[in-house]
């Protein structure tokens, strides 16, 4: 997902004003402050939280003024977007999985271990937005987090659709199971690789993400072994 993609995601939500005029380019240096004080962001908001985190503990960080701060953000929850903006780049591109899978098991398999693989490595500040989507007093978070999962869900759910014109399963009631499946990987992701103190080993996302493909699998109502021929 490109940046004006994340902007229409974040517009969408609430959280930025498509209507306001676009900020001026910074120079060189002042590219590089802003490059180090989301560094810093990064660093502050893992270690202390979305709701913890104060303006001050980021300008130390980064080593520089408030003042250079409001220069390039408006506030805590600007810097916090920010921040979350690579994650959900790469998270977005994870998301395209149903695309990518034929009904196989082993293809089911993969795109589920490369999603459980790149929410690993975001897995912080992924965590951090659902604090924040629960915690924060601008709904923009909680709408974020909702437009998100609703796309992975319709994602699914065409996907799911494809499948059945196919011939590959059983007519049946797509957007529910889409629903399911999303749910089941959500929550695998969050409770197992987002939450342990540290990020589970290769293997051991290599297991869920195994896990999580037979569960696809077996949730399809299969018309016969045969997958889909692209």
């Avoid at 591109?93 to 490595?121: C, F, M, W």
């Avoid at 989507?133 to 999962?149: P, T, V, Y």
């Avoid at 869920?208 to 045969?226: H, I, M, N, Q």
């Amino acid at each position: 997902m490109t940046n004006d993609g994340i902007d229409a995601v974040y517009t969408a939500a609430g959280l930025l004003d498509d209507s306001a005029a676009t900020p001026k380019r910074p120079n060189r240096r002042g590219e590089q402050t802003r490059e180090k004080l989301v560094r810093a962001a990064v660093e502050c908001f893992t270690e202390y939280g979305y709701t913890r985190t104060r303006i001050s503990d980021i300008t130390n960080r980064a080593n520089t003024a408030q003042g250079n701060f409001y220069r390039h953000f408006t506030g805590l929850d600007d810097i916090f977007l920010a921040a979350l903006r690579p994650s959900l780049e790469e998270l977005a591109a994870a998301r395209l999985r149903p695309d990518h899978a034929h009904g196989e098991r082993e293809s089911l398999i993969k795109v589920n271990t490369t999603y459980l693989q790149a929410y690993a490595r975001n897995r912080h500040m992924l965590r951090l937005l659902r604090e924040a989507a629960a915690a924060s007093e601008n709904k923009g978070f909680q709408q974020l987090w909702l437009n998100l999962r609703a796309d992975f869900v319709r994602r699914t759910e065409r996907w799911l659709d494809r499948l059945n014109h196919q011939g590959v399963i059983d007519e049946a009631h797509p957007h529910m199971l889409a629903e399911t499946l999303g749910c089941a990987t959500e929550q695998m992701a969050y409770v197992h690789v987002g939450l342990p103190v540290s990020t589970p080993r290769p293997e051991e996302i290599t297991e869920l993400g195994t896990a999580l493909g037979e569960f696809w699998y077996r949730s399809l109502p299969l018309v016969s072994d045969k997958g889909v021929s692209r």
